[in-house]
T-cell receptor, first 113, second 116 residues
Framework: NAGVTQTPKFQVLKTGQSMTLQCAQDMNHNSMYWYRQDPGMGLRLIYY???????DKGEVPNGYNVSRLNKREFSLRLESAAPSQTSVYFC????????????FGDGTRLSIL | AQSVTQPDIHITVSEGASLELRCNYSYGATPYLFWYVQSPGQGLQLLLKYFSGDTLVQGIKGFEAEFKRSQSSFNLRKPSVHWSDAAEYFCAVGSNSGGGADGLTFGKGTHLIIQP
């Protein structure tokens, strides 16, 4: 009954360090997403993967890369972290069709010093 | 491009009173609309969704929402709120690009405070 699992839950990085956020879903969903949440901004789409083997940019992709490792896993990488990337990151998954609701993980709270 | 506006950043309601949270959207075609709730330190939970058909949709926890195309609105309502309803509420619109799910566009959220 796990749903969408994100690791780690918390992380502090120094400017310039790299890091990969992990996400895995056990609902056999085709589509997966990465969002960031900043105070007063709602959630903004970073990247998404409509199906295994494809990835596309969302609203705020700069400074990030993603990998759809297999159907279950979708990782987000910060190559050179910047303070502006301090945020809460959410992974979500859904069925492929547009009318399928997204299921969210509990988030990764990332601070860049 | 689609957009979502939630005009109220904060709303305070007394326990047992009725609630309406406003949501206005901008989208060129038939919108696919969602309301999510987020408790502190948690992820987002789906309350309800609208795709087509009946414009009044029922969700979990006693919530409902009404789609009004003429007003480009999808307001969330609850007849009687409970202290456990205190949370952040997000309205979102989904796009339909070739039938696939491209990701949601969220409003900035409404923070609901419940007074005893």
């Amino acid at each position: 009954n796990a749903g969408v699992t994100q690791t780690p839950k918390f992380q502090v990085l120094k400017t310039g360090q790299s890091m990969t956020l992990q996400c895995a879903q056990d609902m056999n969903h085709n589509s997966m997403y990465w969002y960031r949440q900043d105070p007063g901004m709602g959630l903004r789409l970073i990247y998404y993967s409509a199906s295994e083997g494809t990835t596309d940019k969302g609203e705020v992709p700069n400074g990030y890369n993603v990998s759809r490792l297999n159907k279950r896993e979708f990782s987000l990488r910060l190559e050179s972290a910047a303070p502006s990337q301090t945020s809460v990151y959410f992974c979500a998954s859904s069925g492929w069709r547009y009318n399928q609701p997204q299921h969210f993980g509990d988030g990764t709270r990332l601070s860049i010093l | 491009a689609q957009s979502v506006t939630q005009p109220d950043i904060h709303i305070t309601v007394s326990e047992g009173a009725s609630l309406e949270l406003r949501c206005n959207y901008s989208y060129g075609a038939t919108p696919y609309l969602f309301w999510y709730v987020q408790s502190p330190g948690q992820g987002l939970q789906l309350l309800l969704k609208y795709f087509s058909g009946d414009t009044l949709v029922q969700g979990i926890k006693g919530f409902e929402a009404e789609f009004k195309r003429s007003q480009s609105s999808f307001n969330l309502r609850k007849p009687s709120v409970h202290w456990s309803d205190a949370a952040e509420y997000f309205c979102a619109v989904g796009s339909n690009s070739g039938g696939g799910a491209d990701g949601l566009t969220f409003g900035k959220g409404t923070h609901l405070i419940i007074q005893p």
